[in-house]
């Protein structure tokens, strides 16, 4: 009999424990106390710069499989392609164990490096803390432990996640305007000093159980060009912030600068161009009130598609109203502070949407009457946007209330493609949703109308009615129970809030450093 279950754990942010810890090293830029941090840092900065983000499978022998901590999962080398076969291999839908053809996640952890380097050049002033967030997972944390960044926590347990790494507490900021007071001695024990606020009672909060904190005002933007806007729950207005000032001074609270965040899965870059300006303004409501502001937290709402068109304008607005001839060290603006303005943003999505796939199996279908003639695959565009009915559900192995919750909270429409067709290998990842190649002109019948597409719904394994992921897709009629699909860009808000609800299991993750160059740094920066 086949083996037919991932050999990967489960994954549970609690994952990333003590026994993950790596050794810092004694040069780490951002090791020390919070006023010492430098205005950048990374330990990148001497690597090659990759001129393009195409995954290279290189023969399985240029790597061995590494296993960078015990008792955690091991990490393989070559595509995600080619993991996904590798793995589908190894299942018998028809003979294996309860959750033996459980959905799966695959990461390809290059896709985060070279992420990272982008982000290097593109935005050289702005230091990348990570949304933990976006996704907590254990090696995504250490890859980016390993690379220089710093961390945006909301939550204790976020907090303790990156520590554990061996992360200096200077690379955390707490970005959470209301925090619970317990939460908040966490930080001070931890010495976890840098804290968003927006509020009078936080202040009062901060003086009570954590004086010592560097606070940071978080201002209301402009948020109304994004998927998920958060102004509606945080940020000052602007013209409350000298109130917000005048009580800290009054509480001898140390504010040291401004943040803000255009909402996630931000789609205007001139949002921040807004947002830059406005923190301009609560800089000099700052020095208005007695404080010397040297921080600058330009937020998250970074995506994947768009970003060197955000950078474009968010760069040139950092220079136009922080200008280094202010801001610089011995800047007019910032005098007594030795490193000038830093700059951080808080990029979640950005770094993992595309190193995750997710492949779902297919474990029923419900089947109305057969049309007549179904849409070829060349004119699948022309029908996608009809209101065509549903010709079959099909159900597949997870859904709203595991990996696909994105759907609800992240407003995500996912794109379904074919991984397998009567149990075949067909993916073919540089084609577009549902990623097939119509058969050939020698096609008989049969097989021209297995591959035509029909309209069609996917549903997740739970009992509840609202688990509909697609409520209209378009996918080959030839598609049976046991066949495979695939989602891309799977990467953001998808694992973090996934629930075992029905006792279901979470997906699991088979990670892999992908290949060429770019695998080689990845395998070395995960066993420093």
Not at 47 to 75: C, E, M, N, W
Not at 467 to 495: F, Q, S
Request: hydrophobic letters at 40%.
């Amino acid at each position: 009999m086949s083996r037919c279950a991932l050999d990967t754990p489960p994954f549970h942010p609690d994952d990333a424990g003590p026994s993950f810890h790596f050794k810092r090293s004694s040069s780490d830029p951002f090791d020390g106390p919070f006023t010492s941090l430098p205005p950048m840092a990374y330990p990148l900065a001497s690597l090659p710069h990759q001129q393009h983000y195409r995954d290279i499978t290189p023969p399985l022998d240029d790597f061995d499989v590494i296993k960078p901590v015990s008792g955690h999962a091991p990490i393989y080398a070559g595509s995600i392609d080619l993991q996904l076969r590798k793995v589908l291999a190894d299942i018998d839908v028809d003979e294996c164990e309860a959750n033996g053809e459980n959905a799966f996640f695959v990461a390809n952890l290059a896709e985060i490096y070279r992420q990272h380097l982008r982000w290097m050049r593109a935005l050289p002033r702005v230091v990348p803390f990570y949304a933990v967030k976006c996704n907590p997972d254990p090696y995504v944390l250490r890859l980016l432990a390993a690379m220089g960044t710093g961390f945006d926590c909301a939550s204790n347990g976020e907090i303790q996640a990156v520590l554990n790494l061996g992360v200096s507490p200077s690379r955390i900021i707490y970005a959470n305007p209301c925090k619970a007071a317990s939460f908040v001695r966490h930080a001070a024990a931890h010495n976890v000093g840098l804290t968003t606020f927006d509020n009078v009672d936080e202040l009062y909060k901060m003086k009570k159980f954590h004086p010592g904190c560097k606070l940071v005002v978080r201002i209301l933007t402009d948020d109304s060009k994004s998927a998920c806007q958060l102004g509606l729950k945080f940020g000052a207005p602007l013209d409350s912030v000298p109130r917000l000032l005048e009580k800290a001074k009054e509480l001898d609270l140390d504010v040291v600068g401004v943040s803000f965040h255009v909402g996630s899965g931000c789609y205007d870059a001139d949002a921040f161009r807004d947002a830059v300006h406005r923190a301009r303004v609560a800089f000099d409501m700052g020095r208005d009130a007695g404080f010397t502001f040297d921080f600058l937290d330009v937020g998250g709402g970074f995506g994947h598609d768009n970003f060197e068109s955000v950078a474009e304008v968010l760069g040139p607005a950092i220079d136009r109203y922080f200008p280094d001839a202010d801001f610089a060290s011995g800047g007019k603006a910032v005098p007594g502070k030795p490193n000038g303005l830093r700059i951080i943003a808080e990029p979640g999505r950005y770094y993992v949407h595309s190193a995750f796939v997710l492949a779902t199996n297919i474990i029923a279908a419900r089947r109305g009457e057969e049309a007549e003639e179904a849409p070829s695959s060349q004119e699948v565009a022309a029908v996608e946007g009809a209101r065509d009915k549903p010709e079959v559900m099909y159900y597949q192995n997870d859904g709203l209330y595991a990996s696909f919750n994105c759907v609800i909270f992240d407003h995500v429409t996912v794109y379904p493609k074919v991984l397998t067709l009567d149990r075949k290998y067909v993916y073919r990842p540089e084609i577009p949703s549902p990623g097939i190649v119509a058969p050939g002109a020698d096609a008989d019948e049969a097989e021209r109308k297995a591959w035509s597409l029909q309209p069609c719904s996917i549903w997740g394994p739970t009992c509840d009615s609202i688990d509909c992921v697609r409520e209209l897709a378009h996918l080959p009629r030839g598609l049976e129970v046991g066949d495979w699909l695939v989602y891309e860009n799977m990467g953001a808000y998808t694992i973090c809030a996934a629930s075992t609800f029905n006792g279901l299991r979470r997906s699991e993750v088979r990670y892999t450093v992908g290949g060429g160059e770019d695998g080689a740094v990845v395998r070395d920066l995960l066993l420093q």
